[in-house]
């Protein structure tokens, strides 16, 4: 094959993400450097965060160019290499986004060890969806056997891991989701303790504070808006919230304007955290490992959401804002050699 097909950021989304926001083009195959392999894609990832990107404001990223491969996590295997510490066939996980093909620096790249769990797993579980959660509530949330944790959009790929987490220490666990179904899964088959639906709920802080009679301990923030002001409300002395995302207000046209948190935070000497994957970079070897020994333990299950075909990668990233998906969201671009 001579083509390489890619997906560019055509223009920027204007409140929610839409096709017309993305463009297929053709490319020549790439050629690799000298440090670099070729990569066939086989899966992608398609995760929130990369709305935020879409925009042309300052973060902790910069923004996507547009009329440029999108990046984002992907899965592929070595198809030409000259570098020793890689050989064709090897499978590989890296960044280097949504396209069929990419020559990417060997440095950048981690060798997958599929006897250890399934390839697609290095993209949720024990890829950036799987760590996230390991650290934020390592790191901030530190659960304790008896506490109460309260994971918000715990039935996407990082809030399921949190969940669990919490389960493994020993807390009590109350997820929140958006459908019955939803709730219905994590309740029977991951364990946790409550789950409440916030599109039926009618008082999101009275159903806290009746699925939470102790206080809210660990609260592991995905969303933001209204479901977090009324977590907040619930908090105990010495609460730990760590800051995940925002995904209710990923695709508002205006900034978000809710209740002001400070004074809860300092009469409850709570602390409140943001944090990046990008900053436990040393320690992924040390997550990945713990998180691997779980899910062969039977401590800690995920679940996979695969959407088949190139083509369609797009649509699987707008299906993350309408709650299509049931843990990790991922696109299968073909099979391994």
Not at 29 to 45: D, F, I, N
Not at 244 to 258: A, F, H, M, R, V
Not at 264 to 286: H, I, P, W
Request: charged residues 25%; glycine residues 10%.
């Amino acid at each position: 094959m001579s083509v390489n097909k890619q997906i560019v950021l055509a223009s920027r989304p204007e409140g929610a993400p839409s096709k017309e926001n993305f463009e297929f083009v053709e490319a020549s195959l790439p050629e690799p450097e000298a440090g670099q392999v070729l990569v066939r894609t086989l899966y992608l990832s398609v995760d929130p965060y990369m709305r935020g990107r879409m925009k042309d404001t300052k973060s902790y990223a910069p923004p996507y160019a547009l009329n440029e491969v999108i990046k984002g996590g992907a899965i592929g295997q070595v198809v030409e290499s000259s570098e020793p510490n890689l050989r064709k066939g090897d499978l590989v996980t890296g960044m280097w986004g949504w396209q069929q093909y990419a020559a990417v620096n060997t440095t950048d790249l981690s060798l997958i060890d599929s006897d250890e769990a399934p390839i697609t797993a290095y993209l949720g579980a024990l890829g950036l969806t799987g760590l996230t959660a390991y650290f934020g509530m390592e790191d901030i949330g530190k659960p304790k056997d008896g506490e109460t944790v309260v994971v918000s959009g715990a039935a996407g790929a990082v809030g399921m891991i949190a969940g669990q987490i919490g389960k493994i220490v020993g807390a009590r666990v109350v997820g929140i989701a958006g459908s019955d179904d939803k709730c219905t899964y994590l309740k029977e088959k991951l364990g946790f303790d409550v789950v409440l639906n916030y599109k039926t709920e009618q008082d999101m802080s009275a159903a806290i504070e009746k699925a939470c009679p102790d206080g809210v301990d660990v609260y592991f923030d995905n969303v933001g808006g209204d479901i977090s002001d009324a977590v907040l409300r619930h908090i105990n002395r010495n609460a730990r919230i760590p800051l995940c995302g925002q995904i209710s207000s990923y695709n508002l046209e205006k900034p978000d304007i809710g209740m002001r948190p400070q004074t809860l935070l300092l009469t409850n000497t709570a602390l409140m955290k943001g944090f990046l994957l990008g900053d436990y970079t040393k320690s992924f070897k040390e997550g990945r490992a713990k998180l691997a020994k779980w899910i062969q333990e039977g401590k800690l299950q995920y679940e996979e959401n695969i959407v088949d075909g190139f083509e369609r990668t797009p649509e699987a990233f707008i299906g993350l804002f309408s709650g299509d998906n049931l843990g990790k969201q991922l696109v299968k671009v073909a099979d391994p050699e």
